[in-house]
Every structure is written in C-alpha cells, then in structure tokens.
C-alpha cells in the first residue's frame, strides 16, 4: 500500500456525540472498548500496509496529535492538517497538494469504523481505472443513509442524499464513508474554503462515468451517533467485526425468498404482488448482527416465461431491500435465475429457455457466492420452503432447514429430508444460532 496516502477527516464539531463527549474531547478520539476510535482505523491500516497516513484535525484537534504524534509507535507516519474553521468534507484536502507524496489516496473519515480486505479493495480500484472507487454497503438505516445508484457496470450514476424524501423502491446500497482516489481529484478543490465531497467534488465526475461502486458485506460502521457507537463496542466485543472481514473465511445463511422472506403467491411479476413474511425482517435482522453473511438465491421462472423482465424482478428485489430497511434489516446480496429449461409456455422468451447451472438445485448460484465471499461451505446453511431448497443444499453441502411457511415442502419435487424442520425464518435462524453458540 505504499503507493496510497490513509487520509483521516477527523475535524468535525461532533455535535451528534454531544451528550457523550461533552465537548471536551474530539469525537475520533472517544474511548471503544479501551481504544480511540481512530486508534481503531490507524491499527487497522498499518496492519494491511500502509505507511503514510495524514490526519485532517479541527476541534480539539491537538489531543489528537498529542495522543499519536508522528505515529512512530504505531509503525506509521502521521502527519497533520489542522482546519482553522470548518471546511466541510473535503475543504481541507487542498492542503493536500504541498503534502501528498503518493499518486493515489484513501479518504476515511473519523468515525467510520471497519475492518477489511484492503487488497481486494484497492485491486478492484485499479482494475476499473476510475478518478473514486466508493465503499458502499448494505446497513441497518438505508432510510437516513446517503444512497448510491449504481448501474450494472459497477459505474455509480447518482446519489440519493438521506435528508432525501423518497417514493420510490430503493437498493441498500449505502454510501459507507470509505473512499479510493486518484491524486488528481484534488484538481477540483481549488481552495481552502467550505466544500462538500459529494456535492462540489463527485457530482460532476458521475455524470463523466469516473466514479464506481465497490460493494462489500465487510464490516463498515459509522459509529457517530450514541447508539449505533454503542453498538460497534458490543460487535467489536462479540469478534463481528473480524469475523465480516473478507479475509476470513464466511459462514453464511442462503435464503430462498418466495414462501421464506415473502408470502408465498405464486410467481410474483408485480411489485405489488411481494409483501414480506411476519417475522423475516426480525428474523434477517439477527444474521445480521450475528456475522453471518445473508444471501437470496432465488430461481425466477417468471422472466423465462415472459410475465416480466429482468428489470422488473431486480424492482421487485429493491421493494424487498426498502421493507427490510425500514425494519433495521439488510440483504448482503441477492442472486437469481431468470432461467427455465421447459419450453411450451405462452408468451415464453426462447432466449431464457435453456438448461443452465444457476437453476435451482444445481449450485451455480452457491458457487458464484461462493467465490465472490470466500464462504466455507461446511459452516453454511440454506433456508427454504420447498424440496428443491432441500435438494440445493444437499447438492452444495451445506446444512439445510426446511420451513412450514409458504410451500411448506408440499412441492414434492425431491424425495429428500432437511437437517431441521422450523415453523417460519425466525425459528430457523434462532436455531441455527443457538447451535453456533450464537444467539
């Protein structure tokens, strides 16, 4: 990583931490779990191997420099840009220019906590060639988190601020504070004075197509409110935020979705048509905090026999994120197949009429998950509604349950036994838990 400059926006009032830090310390450096929290983020880019990191400090800010000096005893060095009146977001990154030794940067700011695979991050950058890579996530508020819109390239088209009222179906993918960027961004903050970074800064490199997304499941939090930096203690406690890290090896939950997240109706071509189960979301909720990765594999007979497109099932995929939203749950990826090897339907689109691998119980989809998450399989579940989840999970040798919500196994399909029966998702994942030790 020594071609990249870790640059910390530390200078904020933190007036969302008032009644924590009283005013009389920084909000980065707030103890968690016996350390700053940017002690947290200068550990964690020392160990992944970077070397120079820059700290953007305002109020308070001379704590900070106290505290960790030149960064010699965190095997680092630091260096400082103190803000003498607020800058905004990227205002103080014009002081950049006399200090940046490096073609490239990571923007961070102070009270973003995380862990993660930065080689894969920083390759993906690269590989795009982009002027800013974006981290963004799924997480458990996307209704008051900046949104990104992303196309099928990767490539982010807008961004659909949280003070933003919405009306329409959304993806999480949320904005996690975590940017890759080339040294010629600073080309646009022409001066030390109040600048935005995605207003005044990356509005106009959307419409350039020289912004992309890179989205992870890893563990990324913005701990900048009082409850949710009491929640990043307790997950830093229970090893949640090693565990999502993506150079571990991960243990997953695949969930089928008709009869298993929805209410079983059928084959659903309308948005209208998808309500979620009673308990999915509290059920989605608990993999969540439990470090499990949550993925849909779902097949979608609908697009091969032309009820809707691909585009309508990823619409009715965003409803399904904007319910689990709002209730403080999130998918970490869905996959389908819009795939059926039967021909003879009415309206059928011949080009999806084919024998495929992704097809539900064959495992493509698995596999696909499989490599794009380094998941170990012997430590992973499927949860289904029908013989054919059962059969899937036999087929990519992971656990199985079997649930009485929509289908309820009466599909008939398989002649095969799940692992543990459960009356809905959140039984499932409750014993799922409780057998991990985990609940």
């Given amino acids: 990583m020594n071609r990249y400059t870790a640059v910390i926006q530390a200078g904020g009032l933190g007036t969302r931490m008032y009644s924590v830090t009283q005013d009389k310390i920084p909000k980065p450096m707030l103890m968690l779990n016996g350390k700053p929290m940017i002690q947290w983020q200068i550990e964690e880019l020392a160990q992944n191997g970077f070397q120079e990191i820059v700290i ?57 906590m995380f862990s993660l695979d930065w080689k894969r991050l920083i390759c993906f950058h690269e590989a ?78 959307f419409v350039d197509r020289q912004v992309c997304a890179y989205r992870t499941p890893e563990y990324v939090k913005d701990a900048g409110t009082p409850e949710r930096f009491r929640q990043a203690e307790k997950e830093n406690k229970n090893g949640v935020w090693h565990k999502k890290c993506l150079k571990n090896k991960q243990r997953c939950i695949f969930l089928d979705r008709d009869g298993t997240i929805n209410q079983y109706r059928g084959l659903i071509a309308e948005e209208k048509d998808f309500e979620l189960e ?42 399904m994120e904007t319910l689990l939203g709002v209730q403080g749950a999130y998918l970490d990826d869905i996959v389908f197949c819009p795939h059926h090897p039967d021909k003879g339907y009415p309206e059928e689109n011949p080009f999806y009429k084919i024998k495929c691998r992704c097809r539900k119980p064959d495992i493509g989809m698995i596999e696909q998950m499989v490599k ?13 509604d029908s013989t054919v989840d059962i059969q899937t999970a036999h087929n990519a ?34 014993m799922i838990l409780g057998q991990a030790g985990e609940r």
Avoid at 78 to 94: D, N, Q, V
Avoid at 166 to 192: F, K, M, T
Wanted: with cysteine.
């Fill in 397 to 430: 040798g992971v656990r199985s349950v079997l649930l009485n919500t929509g289908q309820a196994g009466r599909d008939g399909k398989y002649n095969v036994e799940a692992d543990v029966y459960a009356a809905d998702l959140l039984q499932a994942v409750e």
């Fill in 56 to 112: 953007i400090a305002g109020h308070l800010g001379n704590q900070i420099e106290e505290y960790f000096q030149d960064g010699n005893r965190f095997k680092v060095h630091i260096s400082y840009i103190y803000e003498t009146k607020p800058l905004g977001s990227a205002g103080a990154l014009y002081y950049l220019r006399r200090k940046l030794k490096t073609e490239n940067l990571v923007l961070i700011f102070g009270d973003v």
């Fill in 372 to 384: 794009k998450y380094n998941i170990d399989l012997a430590y992973s579940w499927m949860i289904g």
């Fill in 128 to 205: 795009y060639g982009k002027t800013a890579t974006l981290l963004a996530h799924p997480n458990s508020h996307p209704y008051d988190s900046d949104i990104l819109l992303v196309d099928d390239q990767d490539v982010v088209i807008g961004l659909d601020a949280k003070n933003n009222k919405r009306s329409y179906w959304y993806a999480n993918c949320v904005n996690a504070g975590v940017y890759v960027l080339s040294a010629e961004i600073l080309q646009y903050i022409c001066a030390p004075v109040k600048t935005d970074l995605e207003n005044d800064v990356l509005m106009p490199l």
């Fill in 278 to 319: 009673e308990k999915a979301a509290a059920a989605i909720r608990k993999i969540n905090e439990s470090g499990y990765l949550a993925i849909v594999v779902t097949n979608q007979p609908v697009v091969a026999r032309g009820m809707c497109t691909e585009e309508k099932v990823q619409l009715i995929h965003r409803k």
